[in-house]
């Protein structure tokens, strides 16, 4: 269908002296030389006239688009933002945890509108608090032989090698806690492109029975899950957020009851929570509402069950299990503390232990941006990839270490002479472990053997830490908290 120049689809401007109809199909302005003082030419005045007079409204469903008014109805029907049809697996709010709207205060000042006092009382809570807690985690740096051609690659790009060493050693731990191997589902959450689950593929080369779901809330460009073809393992995507997700309703994992290992590289503060959640309360108690035999029983004869179950109680017969876990174990490199949310937060009951509640952890949230930009200056080239890094947020070519977007209440150059930059850096490494021993804890009464540690140099990735977990029957002295 052609169109006026004055349609939004239109490009440019018609040559001097030139008809101003734009013509779709040839995606260009009509050539035909028009009378002086007309704007169209014999063949277009017409339409022009005709279209001209129907008027375009913004769309009800989008505004960032118009639509005809006489076709506003047949637009609803096929307008891409129109409501979809939910699939089984999507149930609303069933991981965002309970919402008490009397814990959380109607109004926060930002951190750099406090007082020194009041600063300095939330500091001390917050050291108070963390008194025993181990501060220095192990280095668990490792590195896996499937991207050892990738790593030496002479093309790579510094951000290109970064991630690569990320990826490599998230798989070297992952084969360390012997979750690597057949007849499983990997679900990567925060997947992006899916490049984490690209690499645990080719690791396992030809393993029967893999499948993997890549869980991503936003359309990804340059998928490479999409570019496997094995016969032994299954890609499939899911474009939903985390606090949604119902795991025991897809298919794969319902009808298949396979192990299922959580993985993911820099789940952002509040999708940490939601995806252990998914994983440990909605998807494994699942199976304990199921009034089934249980799956090591059925299996016991089946020859690959130590392939299954690679980690169980020492001289338990046949090597099954005293009680099976669906959820094989956990892996997720940690990122953003200061995106979590008090509602969503796995670790409540760890905090309220400690006299701690919403406020506190609203300000501990905040300031764990400290450990990761504290000694960087704002600038507009700042300003302008925080802007990229909150429209891409899950996008690969973009690190997470001053947190995913520039803070701009943290109290930065509001402190002198009561925080020096050390000081304020491990202030912020502070908020950020006991933020994570309340996921430890959380772990812990869920049945599992939680621990924390450095995957990676902080050169490569201020963001360091890696979250691993194993279920209880399967615990070991080097994967124990």
């Not at 109607?106 to 008194?131: C, D, G, H, N, T």
């Not at 806690?177 to 990567?188: A, Q």
């Not at 802007?387 to 947020?393: P, S």
């Not at 912020?428 to 049945?447: A, N, P, S």
Request: glycine share 6%; hydrophobic share 30%; aromatic share 6%.
């Amino acid at each position: 269908m052609a169109t006026s120049a004055t349609s939004p689809h239109a490009t440019g401007f018609p040559a001097e002296g030139r008809c101003g109809y734009y013509v779709e199909k040839k995606k260009r302005f009509c050539r035909m030389v028009v009378a002086a003082g007309k704007r169209f030419c014999g063949e277009h005045a017409g339409a022009a006239e005709e279209e001209d007079a129907r008027k375009r409204i913004l769309c009800p469903l989008d505004p960032k688009h118009t639509v005809y008014e006489d076709q506003l109805a047949k637009h609803l029907k096929k307008c891409n933002s129109r409501e979809k049809p939910k699939p089984d697996f999507y149930i609303q709010d069933i991981n965002a945890g309970l919402k008490d709207e009397t814990e959380i205060p109607e109004q926060l000042v930002p951190i750099s509108s406090l007082s020194e006092e009041q600063l300095e009382k939330l500091i001390k809570k917050l050291r108070k608090a963390s008194e025993g807690l181990d501060s220095t985690l192990k280095d668990h740096i490792m590195s896996h032989p499937a991207l050892h051609s990738a790593l030496n690659d002479p093309k790579n790009s510094d951000s290109a090698t970064k991630h690569l060493k990320q990826q490599a050693s998230i798989l070297g731990n992952i084969e360390k806690l012997k979750l690597l191997g057949p007849r499983r589902c990997f679900v990567e959450f925060g997947a992006g492109k899916g490049r984490l689950s690209h690499w645990v593929d080719i690791a396992l080369k030809d393993a029967e029975k893999v499948h993997f779901i890549l869980v991503e809330k936003v359309t990804t460009r340059f998928k490479v899950d999409g570019k496997h073809r094995k016969k032994n393992s299954v890609f499939e995507r899911l474009q939903i957020d985390i606090q949604h997700l119902c795991l025991n309703k897809i298919p794969v994992l319902r009808e298949g009851k396979l192990p299922v290992v959580g993985i993911g590289k820099h789940l952002c503060g509040v999708a940490t929570d939601l995806a252990l959640r998914c994983l440990v309360e909605t998807y494994a108690a699942s199976f304990e509402e199921r009034n089934e035999e249980p799956l090591a029983k059925r299996i016991k004869n089946d020859k690959t069950e130590k392939e299954i179950y690679p980690l169980t109680k020492e001289g338990s017969e046949k090597n099954v299990p005293e009680k099976w876990n669906p959820v094989a174990g956990i892996v997720i490199a940690l990122c953003c503390h200061h995106r979590c949310d008090w509602r969503h937060y796995v670790g409540k009951e760890y905090f309220r232990a400690l006299g701690l509640g919403a406020v506190e952890f609203h300000y501990f949230q905040r300031m764990s941006s400290w450990a990761t930009c504290g000694m960087r200056k704002t600038s507009l080239e700042d300003s302008n990839i925080t802007t990229k890094r909150q429209d891409n947020q899950n996008d690969d070519s973009e690190e997470h270490d001053d947190g995913g977007y520039r803070i701009t209440d943290d109290g930065a150059d509001n402190l002198p002479g009561l925080l020096s930059i050390e000081e304020k850096k491990k202030t912020g490494h502070l908020c950020k472990l006991l933020i994570d021993q309340g996921r430890i804890q959380y772990l812990q009464q869920k049945g599992f053997s939680p621990a924390l540690q450095y995957y990676t140099d902080p050169l490569v990735s201020l963001e360091n830490v890696l979250l691993t977990a194993l279920p209880d029957h399967s615990s070991s002295p080097e994967t124990t908290a």
